[in-house]
């Protein structure tokens, strides 16, 4: 499942960033870099005084708060097992993407991937009759 609560039983918690904020401020490549965190191979920065990781350490789809209205959750992997919950629909990739998570020196699998993406987002919409 894309949701995990693991994080929480170590004493985490999720809060959500404003990047248009944190851009205004001229702190957008700050929270980038902040986001990019993965412990332990990195040591975790802080933000506005409390040490943050990548939020993908605590949830793969985090949800807004609050949580209202229908929501489409573009996935960036497969997954076993997806939550039925209502107004959510979760969408997956049709394979797994040929750019990995953390390397993206390679143009070509970031072009194949893009292309991958396209041709799921396609058929995704003939599927829902939106095309």
């Not at 506005?48 to 985090?62: H, K, L, N, W, Y």
């Not at 993407?97 to 070509?108: M, V, Y």
Request: charged letters at 30%; proline letters at 8%.
């Amino acid at each position: 499942s894309p949701h995990f609560n693991w994080a929480e039983k170590f004493g985490l918690s999720a809060r959500l960033i404003d990047a248009n904020a944190a851009a205004r401020d001229g702190k957008l490549a700050e929270l980038v870099c902040g986001a990019a965190v993965i412990p332990p191979v990195f040591e975790p920065a802080e933000w506005d005084g409390r040490s943050v990781i990548d939020a993908g350490m605590a949830d793969q789809a985090p949800m807004p708060d609050p949580d209202d209205g229908d929501t489409l959750v573009l996935l960036t992997r497969r997954y076993k097992s997806l939550p039925d919950v209502d107004g959510r629909r979760y969408v997956m990739p049709s394979d797994e993407t040929p750019a990995d998570k953390i390397d993206f020196t390679d143009g070509q699998k970031l072009r194949d991937t893009w292309a991958q993406g396209e041709s799921d987002a396609r058929r995704f919409l003939d599927h829902e009759g939106h095309a």
